[in-house]
């Protein structure tokens, strides 16, 4: 374990949280908040560590999976920890815990909130928690290996472990040159849609934090209505097509930016993404029209719409209480909580690519058995998925359920209802937010969760975000029985070199 290059890049990660929180001290400044000065004082803190861990770049730079997915794991740890100190400093969450939770919610993009007032925050605070999903969405990694110079090649170890889905590819051949392409698109999508909302007559101040929440597809609103505040079809409509277009693989909009239109158009997933979208919606209009919205078919397709793009983005935005729904409705957006995003997007969940992925593997083995003595290979974009691809989803998935079962058991203890214990892990374990109970929904909140219960989905988040893997990795001993025991073999080489100097 490359324990100094860890250290390195954990600096340069400091370094770059230190960056990213003059925002709010600006805002802060702006709106003549006193809370800019907390957010100066982490800022400050976050660049003197970062400095000092960032002085001398380590001579050995060799960097593995290993590394790859322990660095990750400790930065978004780390993120979330060190963010959310401001919140303590300002008093607005006096609660640590409740502080880490919300700053892991925005990291990850998840948007669920201990908050039971969100207006009541300070416009730098505010401005905070929807950034940090823009920071989130893309990777703070990837945005790192945009700016700073690593080592090559190693670097794509980084990629794989903080990019969503079941494999990562290089867009072209750099690694650096690939991050520079998908933040391109990230702030050209982001500031269109800027200017849409705006457009719409939203304010700038609504218009910048609301995109970043959605380009994050995170889901942190402003607003204690969310996005249902804003009675306006055209803006709640805008806010519906960009949860969807971040919710699609990055490479689609490069195709299209390089004009390969075969490419862009022929992704499997991207048809199957939109086809579970279309038939969510139908399904879920038809079966609240008669009960919510008998007045309107028009009001009924765009709440569906709205609630379908939001959870199967995992977004978590809301115009509608959904937990009210009826139990069909619910149930749809129940299974659309697992089967997510796009892999390469900005969304969280299972991901569409690995939900291809098991179906075609499952009946590949059904037609094994049929036909024994056939070669049966399994296809995604017409071309042949390596079996390790495969291996691995089908962990991911094995590791998704046992995860996400013993995560409810232990939320179970708060003794809530099996609706709420059972969402409120989807919710986070998947990166949605909100949950299909009343107290956890759209209108509710975590505030009620127990400190046991709060740190089981703080791990949820994190996990879900990064993949499961990398935290697992992070958290297994065998990671560190090598390294530990270098470093008391150090210990030992350096106490037994002491007693020799004073003992000639």
């Not at 392409?181 to 200017?195: N, R």
């Not at 004009?259 to 579970?276: P, T």
Request: with cysteine.
């Amino acid at each position: 374990m490359n324990l100094r290059m860890i250290s390195y890049l954990l600096g340069w990660v400091l370094n770059v949280q230190s960056l990213c929180m003059l925002l709010p001290v600006a805002v802060g400044i702006f709106y003549q908040e006193p809370q800019w000065q907390a957010f100066g004082i982490v800022a400050f803190c976050s660049l003197l560590l970062g400095v000092l861990l960032t002085l001398k770049k380590p001579k050995r730079t060799a960097f593995y999976t290993k590394e790859g997915f322990v660095t990750v794991a400790m930065s978004w740890l780390m993120l979330s920890l060190c963010g959310a100190v401001p919140f303590v400093l300002t008093k607005e969450i006096p609660n640590y815990i409740d502080a880490v939770f919300e700053m892991a919610s925005g990291y990850t993009t998840t948007g669920a909130s201990i908050l039971t007032n969100v207006e009541a925050l300070s416009q730098c605070s505010l401005f905070w928690r929807s950034f940090s999903h823009w920071i989130g969405g893309m990777g703070v990694l990837v945005f790192l290996l945009m700016i700073v110079p690593l080592t090559g090649g190693n670097m794509m170890q980084l990629m794989k472990a903080e990019s969503p889905g079941p494999s990562v590819e290089k867009l072209v051949p750099r690694v650096r040159q690939t991050a520079v392409i998908l933040y391109s698109i990230y702030f050209a999508l982001t500031l269109l849609e800027i200017l849409m909302l705006l457009a719409g007559g939203m304010p700038w101040f609504d218009s910048i934090t609301t995109a970043f929440g959605t380009a994050g597809t995170g889901g942190f609103a402003i607003k204690n209505a969310s996005i249902g505040y804003y009675h306006s079809y055209y803006l709640q409509g805008v806010v519906t097509a960009f949860m969807l277009l971040f919710g699609v693989n990055f490479s689609v909009y490069y195709f299209l930016l390089s004009r390969k239109y075969r490419q862009a158009f022929g992704s499997e997933e991207l048809r199957w993404y939109f086809g579970i979208v279309a038939v969510a919606i139908i399904c879920i209009a038809r079966n609240i029209h008669a009960g919510f919205y008998p007045d309107s078919w028009f009001d009924a397709f765009h709440n569906a719409a709205f609630s379908v793009s939001t959870v199967i983005s995992t977004t978590g935005f809301a115009i509608s209480d959904f937990s009210q729904w009826p139990q069909a409705s619910k149930f749809i957006l129940f299974l659309l909580m697992f089967i997510g995003a796009s892999a390469g997007s900005t969304g969280g969940g299972m991901k569409v690519s690995r939900l291809i992925l098991l179906i075609k593997s499952s009946l590949r083995e059904i037609t094994a058995i049929v036909h024994p003595r056939g070669v049966h290979l399994v296809k995604l974009d017409k071309k042949r998925v390596s079996d390790d691809v495969i291996k691995g989803t089908t962990s991911y998935f094995t590791l998704l359920i046992l995860i996400y079962a013993l995560s409810v058991l232990l939320v179970s203890f708060d003794n809530f209802d099996m609706t709420t214990s059972m969402t409120s892990v989807a919710a986070t374990l998947n990166n949605i937010g909100p949950g299909l109970a009343a107290g956890i929904g759209p209108k509710g909140n975590y505030a009620s969760f127990s400190v046991l219960s709060k740190l089981v989905l703080i791990f949820d988040m994190l996990a879900g975000r990064l993949e499961l893997f990398p935290m697992l990795v992070l958290f297994s001993p065998k990671t560190w029985k090598g390294s530990l025991g270098a470093i008391k073999r150090r210990i030992s080489w350096n106490r037994k070199s002491m007693y020799q100097e004073k003992n000639p």
